[in-house]
């Protein structure tokens, strides 16, 4: 089934959709973009991706095509459009179409597209099993904070990952662990503390993890953000991802190290559960 999408003001079956060769999204990879989950045909902490895009715009100095307001309302219709129960809503910008040149063109429109993927994200089998990853060299830029559409180097971390018969990679910077190739990183040690590392410009901002350390401190965990390595990962008693299209999805193994039991802990799946029930509004149990 045809899904439709939004082009620049547009809203068009998929296969007419069109983006100019001169786009330098196409052409430099200049462009960011937000991925907000939807969950009952709702979006999920939509205020915090538009936070976040407005963020990485101000950054590149890049225009926006258009206010908050409109892309939220864009969103919405796509929902409505596309009756999406639960999946995600994918928004890009990008600078524009100008003659090939590497400096900011002076006068280019920026542009905006959209458009849903339908995905089951809380009955999800990978979630109940809990899944592997390998780690391998954080061979990224240094602006990871900005969620540019550069992200070749995280799509080759993954298709390693899964080269090597594992379904994700950590991803590892002077014997640390920076985060996953689309997600964040975290470990609960033996005494029971949950670490993930501390914001900058090395890890990217997700809000999925603002979600999940804020629900860990109402329920009495104790969060430390700080980097650790991966010696430190393979000792765990836990670890887990998050992200908007995976929540709290558990880790239990990491290169050939199994993690705690070898099956997703009480941890993971209560952070999980705490956090579908939030973005449910039920009230925790
Ligand atoms: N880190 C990276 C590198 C990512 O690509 C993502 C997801 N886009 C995340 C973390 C998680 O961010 P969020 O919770 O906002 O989806």
């Known amino acids: 089934m045809s899904r439709t999408v939004y082009v620049n003001g547009e809203y068009l079956p998929e296969a007419?959709?069109?983006?100019?060769?001169?786009?330098?999204?196409?052409?430099f990879a200049d462009g960011i973009y937000e991925v907000s989950s939807v969950l009952d045909g709702k979006l999920l902490d939509n205020a915090a991706h538009l936070a976040r895009m407005r963020r990485s715009l101000r950054e590149l100095e890049m225009p926006s095509p258009a206010t908050d307001e409109q892309i939220a309302a864009v969103q919405q219709e796509l929902i409505a459009r596309n009756d999406l129960h639960e999946g995600v809503v994918y928004l890009q910008i990008t600078r524009g179409a100008a003659d090939r040149d590497f400096a900011y063109p002076a006068d280019a429109q920026p542009s905006l597209v959209m458009f849903t993927q339908a995905r089951a994200i809380v009955d999800s089998p990978a979630a109940r099993r809990g899944i592997s990853v390998v780690s391998m060299q954080d061979i990224r830029w240094q602006r990871r904070d900005i969620k540019t559409v550069g992200l070749l180097a995280a799509s080759m971390a993954k298709q390693a990952a899964l080269n090597a018969g594992a379904d994700d990679a950590w991803l590892?910077?002077?014997?640390?662990?920076?985060?996953?190739s689309s997600n964040n990183a975290y470990i609960v040690t033996a005494d029971g503390v949950l670490v993930t590392r501390h914001l900058s410009n090395e890890i990217l901002h997700g809000i999925t993890r603002a979600a999940v350390l804020r629900l860990s401190?109402?329920?009495?965990m104790t969060v430390e953000e700080r980097a650790f390595s991966l010696d430190e990962a393979y000792a765990a008693s836990e670890a887990f991802i998050t992200s908007a299209s995976t929540f709290v999805m558990p880790v239990v193994k990491i290169d050939d190290q199994v993690i705690g039991t070898g099956e997703p802990g009480p941890?993971?799946?209560r952070l999980r559960?705490?956090?579908v029930d939030a973005a449910r509004g039920d009230p925790p149990t």
């Not at 959709?17 to 196409?26: L, N, V, Y």
């Not at 590892?172 to 996953?180: A, K, S």
């Not at 401190?217 to 009495?220: I, P, Q």
């Open 172 to 180: 590892v910077e002077d014997g640390l662990v920076t985060e996953g």
């Open 217 to 220: 401190r109402e329920d009495n």
């Open 16 to 27: 007419q959709a069109k983006i100019s060769i001169f786009d330098r999204g196409f052409l």
């Open 273 to 275: 559960e705490l956090y």
């Open 267 to 269: 941890v993971s799946q």
